[in-house]
């Protein structure tokens, strides 16, 4: 017998047949090409492609970024998706839509902003220009940049979460006796774990691959500001392509690591879900 | 300990859902908030709890003053309507919350906290459940685990919030009859919520009957019977929701 909601076994397979070749086409094929033209000259070409002293470089700023980004996303992310989670103030609509605004803004225009903001004929320019600080064209201007576009990974991934759980169980925690602290790491934080490790990945990868917004912010100096996206793209201007597509390589293999650390907590996450 | 309210105003908004509420409970015994829904029962409960805060009035538990008390120190044991189980813990670690969050000085050493959690879990009579997590377990024992959870602290006062609300009959009376024993034998000052008058005369030894955020009838429940002259109260008693319990019914009065 059929179900009421299924449809006929032809319908079925075409579907995920469709499904499955669209996801051959325009995922893997992409992913699969980025890897074989990385590898056509030779191993050896490739390798020193990312040896070289620019690229080096731009492997550590962009590990660097991501460094500084993703702790900071993380804690900040927690503490938005708590408050507007657990507590009703005046003005949470307006945090809510704030969380999504790096999401709907093109990411070019989050790298305006923070020139028109801080670049030397932006609104502070004058102010850091006297106390020498540089932000644009410099790693700040780059944390910056990474730190707006990435922001709402981690709440968008708790948020919901968080309200369907309520705060029952906080409550309960602070009758017993327990710190604010305590409720914290005790209750709050083992309910949300699961959720909050994968969107700090989501995060993570994110900020590696990031290129709008820090394209405008970076200034392009080769061997300084240069992460590994921006890196990429010069190399493939100037044709250099067996090296463009060597550092794509690693910059694809690093976001396939972070995607796979994320399918490893899902499965474990699905094991640890008990039947009622 | 007693429970003594006085004057004690709470508004949401500008709907006020506690409006002057008086109400003095003797140390040791039992207690019924009856009212419907939306009458401030709960948040009568939760506001002597604190997880409420007064606009006006006090709050004494044992004669102290509790308006600079937080929750954390009121040593009031809460057990909530759906239970509020911690459902990454087994049972065992649910209970044993209270003792592993004191201040070292006052913690009792592993041995000690085990002891005490399996002595709580006998007492509520689920102690084969100690590993199991709260969604491996019925509602009924989920109840009890919640009970022994705020017992763990050693409470100067037991409250709770329809506490029999989401449990099908036959293990509410079941519970009931061990709730009212377990209290003649602890002889704990209790405090629990309801809606269902058949509940509250049959386990109270006083019931106070709440309406509109307002104590309408405070007594034993002969006398509340007899206080139909009390327009509210009869109101109240003469409803059919007074009587039937609704099981599936949500915390209205937040």
Partial sequence: MMGATEEAPWIRWSLTLAALAVLCLFLLLPLLMVFSEALRRGWDVAMEAIAEPDAMAAVHLTLLVAAIVVPI??????????????????????????????????????????ILLFGAHGWFGAWLQEHDVQIVFALPGLVLATLFVTFPFVARELIPLMQEQGKDEEEAAVTLGASGWQVFRRVTLPNIRWALLSGVLLCNARAMGEFGAVSVVSGHVRGETNTMPLHIEILYNEYQIAAAFAVAALLALLALVTLAAKGLLESHTQRRSRPA | MSV???????????????????????????????????????????????????????????????????????????????????????????????????????????????????????????????????????????????????????????????????????????????????????????????????????????????????????????????????????????????????????????
Avoid at chain 2, 10 to 19: N, P
Avoid at chain 2, 152 to 163: G, N, R, W
Avoid at chain 2, 183 to 195: A, E, N, W
Avoid at chain 2, 212 to 223: C, L, S, V
Wanted: net charge positive; proline share 5%; aromatic share 8%.
């Fill in chain 1, 73 to 114: 996303n993380t804690v900040c992310g927690v503490a938005a998706a708590w408050a507007i989670a657990k507590f009703e103030f005046p003005g949470r609509a307006v945090l809510v839509a704030l969380i999504e605004l790096p999401f709907s803004v093109s990411p070019v225009i989050a790298g305006l902003v923070f």
């Fill in chain 2, 4 to 254: 003594e309210v006085q004057g004690v105003t709470r508004r949401f908004g500008s709907v006020a859902a506690l409006d002057g509420v008086d109400l003095t409970v003797p140390a040791g015994s039992f207690v019924a908030l009856l009212g419907p829904s939306g009458s401030g029962k709960t948040t009568l409960l939760r506001t002597i709890g604190g997880l409420e805060f007064p606009d006006a009035g006090t709050i004494r538990i044992g004669g102290r003053d509790m308006s600079d008390v937080p929750a954390r120190q009121r040593n009031v044991g809460f057990v909530f309507q759906h239970y509020a189980l911690f459902r990454h813990m087994t049972v065992f670690e649910n209970v044993a919350f209270g003792l592993r969050v004191r201040p070292r000085a006052r913690r009792p050493g592993n041995a000690d906290i085990t002891r005490r959690v399996r002595e709580l879990l006998a007492l509520v009579h689920i102690g084969e459940l100690e590993r199991r997590y709260p969604d491996q377990i019925s509602g009924g024992q989920r109840q009890r685990v919640a009970l022994a959870r705020a017992l763990a602290i050693e409470p100067s006062v037991l409250l709770l919030d329809e506490p029999f609300g989401a449990l099908d009959a036959k293990v509410r009376e079941e519970l009931r009859i061990w709730l009212r024993a377990l209290h003649d034998r602890l002889r704990l000052t209790t405090i629990f919520v309801t809606h269902d008058q058949a509940e509250a005369f049959a386990l109270a030894d006083k019931v106070a009957v709440m309406a509109a955020g307002r104590i309408a009838a405070f007594g034993t429940p002969e006398t509340i019977r007899g206080a139909r002259d009390n327009r509210l109260v009869a109101e109240f008693l003469a409803t059919p929701a007074g009587s039937a319990p609704r099981p599936a019914e949500a915390r209205a009065e937040n």
